[in-house]
């Protein structure tokens, strides 16, 4: 499937609006990007193995770990990463609903949940 970076960050913006809208308006700096696929720092970052696809990543401070110091930070990032997005779908359908899926899951973290807990909500929200 061919995507351009114009029809990548059309379908996040189109995720964010259908995601709940108290979780958006409550990012509070955070940038939410795009990129084909991480960078080395990334990889290393997230213990990522040769053969290990990263569809999203958060970065930055947590709301739950946020103290009265937190002031003058730059912002938390949230990025998707087209290709292996990409590798992991055969449907246009499917693209939205991984783009959708990656990006609440970053979104979760930023909130404080750990992959343990984002996977039981999710898990309890498809069934």
């Not at 709301?63 to 937190?70: P, S």
């Not at 899926?101 to 309890?124: F, K, M, P, V």
């Amino acid at each position: 499937m061919n995507l351009t970076d114009t029809e990548f960050n059309e379908l996040i913006t189109r995720a964010m609006d259908e995601l709940p809208q108290k979780y958006i308006k409550g990012l509070n700096n955070v940038a939410i990007v795009y990129a084909d696929d991480p960078d080395e720092h990334q990889r290393v970052k997230s213990h990522l193995g040769e053969h290990s696809l990263l569809l999203g990543l958060y970065e930055g401070i947590p709301l739950t770990k946020r103290g009265a110091g937190y002031t003058f930070v730059l912002p938390d990032k949230i990025t998707l990463f087209k290709n292996p997005i990409l590798a992991v779908v055969q449907t246009e359908a499917q693209l939205f609903k991984q783009i959708k899926r990656t990006l609440w899951h970053e979104i979760a973290h930023y909130y404080g949940l750990d992959h343990s807990r984002i996977d039981a909500l999710q898990n309890n929200h498809d069934a």
